[in-house]
């Protein structure tokens, strides 16, 4: 099992810049994709981001690329979702998730993940 708890969400007006860490204990956090997804009211979920065990691949969705970077510190067993010039179209609740090393470029983004946070609230204010 990997428990997996997300912080850094809050209300920042359009323009500004947040960054949200996942915090990961259980199972070797080295050995797991890492993805960032979000869902906003009345709206299904959505890929953000995901990165390979060694960060050496990253994979933005063309909403947030140039925007978002997405980055991991295995020492520390975290995620984190630098988010800069924010939108209010980015608002949502953000997920990160854990998932096989061997995750196919579909499934990462179509969300096959094992492990799922419980969400952190991201608010941005035109």
């Known amino acids: 099992q990997v428990q997996l708890v997300e912080s850094g969400g809050g209300l920042v007006q359009a323009g500004g810049s947040l960054r949200l860490s996942c915090a990961a204990s259980?199972?070797?956090?080295?050995?797991?994709?890492m993805g960032w997804f979000r869902q906003a009211p009345g709206k299904e979920r959505e890929f953000v981001a995901a990165?390979?065990?060694?960060?050496?691949?990253?994979y933005y969705a063309n909403s947030v690329k140039g925007r978002f970077t997405i980055s991991r510190d295995n020492a520390k067993n975290t995620l984190y979702l630098q988010m800069n010039s924010l939108k209010p179209e980015d608002t949502a609740v953000y997920f990160c998730?854990?998932?096989?090393?061997?995750?196919?470029?579909?499934?990462?983004?179509?969300?096959?993940?094992?492990?799922w946070g419980q969400g952190t609230q991201v608010t941005v204010s035109s």
């Open positions: 998730a854990a998932g096989r090393p061997d995750l196919s470029f579909v499934q990462i983004v179509s969300g096959t993940y094992d492990y």
């Open positions: 259980g199972r070797t956090f080295t050995n797991y994709a």
């Open positions: 990165i390979r065990w060694s960060g050496a691949n990253t």
